[in-house]
């Protein structure tokens, strides 16, 4: 089995350019590659797009900030596609100073599109959003009476995921409530760049229990 | 003279009532997360997490929280013997595809045509939808459990929505603290009121159409 090469987290963050759509796992920073973002800040690539469940979580008493929350607080996303803001206030404030574009999606649709974009399928019909705003500019499709909107795939260039665990072939097997999107992302992005916790033999891990198949997996990183 | 006083714990208790063993259950975050500690001792329901869950457990002992365990809220669970984790497109393959019977959610407002608005306030407060459009959509029956007043006094229940809408026509039950309504016809139709209050009492106060229920009564548990 062909190894994967494992990259340090300046060179991870060096491969997402300016301008690029990155895929990033997690949810309110549970399950983010954090090692990868931390250098990714120290980059400072801007006018990125960013597709996550969410924009993290700033602490308002502490201000501590996970997951992503930190690529906003350093404005390095002139866009974002996530279900929900409402943890992080920084993101509200530049929503509506007009400094970042805020796309929200339903979160099973936005899991949907990852999905969608990483199988093959040129959308899918989901129930959810219809008589909402989210209806509106889309598609509706009635199957045996039932409508539906046609919600279109959601690629990206870059996928920055976490992993418990990798052999050196990129097999990864997720821990927890930390799977979240992540196994979705890694087939949806032209690159994708994995955080682990822990990188095994090549036969170290049974056939069995691996979530996300090696062929997904281009980098790892040792987090 | 009735005076109003706002009571989440009534509302939590009367609805994990409505649960029976073996239901799988999602619960939102706040007031619905207080329904999980009322489920009677007899009854085993299986909680949901749209993160990415089922069996979820009690709030880990001081000193025992797992980075890699949260609950949609990110606060640090536990799962119970016989749970399991998935990733979010199967867990919302589970929730859209009715294999959720119950889901709970707060309210900012609900109307008699089972209109729920509970994620925006435009201008004001837009933290986003989260999982809610795709519970409220697919979950089995929809429980929309809220005071039942704002602030300002009024109602949540509403002739119709002003807010933006999470899902259209999908509210099955309204659980308030003063009674319990199930969506019907256009109409809430009060199923159960909870002493002091009164039918008469609820109609005056809610600028809504209810229709008491001819099997209506006052509910004291």
Redesign the interface.
């Known amino acids: 089995m062909i190894e994967k090469p494992v990259i340090g987290t300046a060179e991870a963050a060096a491969m997402v350019k300016s301008g690029a759509v990155v895929h990033v796992g997690g949810f309110l920073g549970c399950g983010s590659p954090d090692k990868v973002l931390a250098a990714l800040v120290a980059a400072g690539t801007k006018n990125l797009t960013l597709v996550c469940n969410d924009t993290a979580v700033i602490n308002a008493k502490t201000g501590v900030a996970n997951g992503v929350a930190p690529l906003i607080q350093n404005h390095q996303f002139s866009r974002a596609i996530v279900s929900h803001i409402g943890t992080n206030a920084e993101t509200q404030r530049q929503m509506n100073a007009g400094e970042m574009i805020v796309d929200l999606v339903p979160q099973g649709t936005l899991a949907e599109r990852i999905r969608a974009a990483g199988n093959g399928l040129g959308g899918i019909l989901t129930p959810t959003g219809v008589g909402t705003e989210v209806e509106e500019g889309k598609t509706k499709l009635t199957v045996n009476d039932k409508v539906y909107l046609l919600e279109e795939p959601l690629p990206g260039d870059v996928a920055l995921i976490k992993a418990r665990k990798a052999d050196r072939a990129g097999n990864l097997v997720y821990s927890k409530t930390a799977r979240n999107f992540n196994p979705l992302m890694a087939t949806a992005c032209t690159l994708v760049i994995a955080e682990v916790e822990e990188i095994v033999e090549i036969g170290d891990i049974d056939p069995d229990q691996v979530h996300t198949p090696s062929i997904f997996v281009d980098y790892l990183v040792k987090g | 003279m009735i005076e109003y006083v706002e009571d989440k714990d009534i509302i939590a208790r009367r609805i994990a009532r409505f649960f029976k063993s073996g239901d799988v259950v999602n619960l939102g975050i706040g007031l619905p997360t207080l329904v999980g500690n009322y489920v009677p001792a007899d009854v085993t329901v299986i909680l949901q997490?749209?993160?990415?869950?089922l069996g979820l457990g009690p709030a880990p002992a001081p000193g025992l929280a797992?980075?890699?365990?949260?609950?949609?809220?990110?606060q640090p669970v536990t799962?119970l013997p016989g749970g399991c984790?998935?990733?979010?497109?199967t867990?919302?393959g589970i929730?859209?595809g009715g294999h959720v019977d119950y889901t709970v959610l707060g309210v900012l407002e609900v109307d008699q045509h089972g209109?729920l608005a509970n994620y925006k306030i435009p201008g004001k407060m837009?933290?986003?939808?989260?999982?809610?459009?795709?519970l409220v959509?697919?979950s089995r029956i929809v429980i929309a459990a809220t005071t039942h007043f704002e602030k300002s006094g009024a109602a949540k229940l509403k002739h119709r929505c002003s807010l933006?809408?999470?899902?259209?026509?999908e509210v099955d039950m309204v659980v308030t603290d003063v009674g319990f309504f199930i969506l019907m016809g256009g109409q809430f139709r009060l199923m159960e009121y909870f002493p002091p209050y009164t039918p008469e009492w609820i109609m005056e106060k809610t600028d809504a159409d209810i229709v008491v229920a001819s099997d209506c009564f006052c509910c004291k548990e």
Do not use: Q
Not at chain 2, 49 to 53: C, D, P, T, V, W
């Open positions: 997490s749209e993160n990415g869950l797992d980075k890699d365990l949260t609950n949609a809220g990110a799962i984790f998935f990733d979010s497109a867990s919302f929730i859209r209109n837009v933290p986003g939808m989260g999982g809610a459009m795709d959509a697919g933006p809408l999470t899902a259209a026509g």
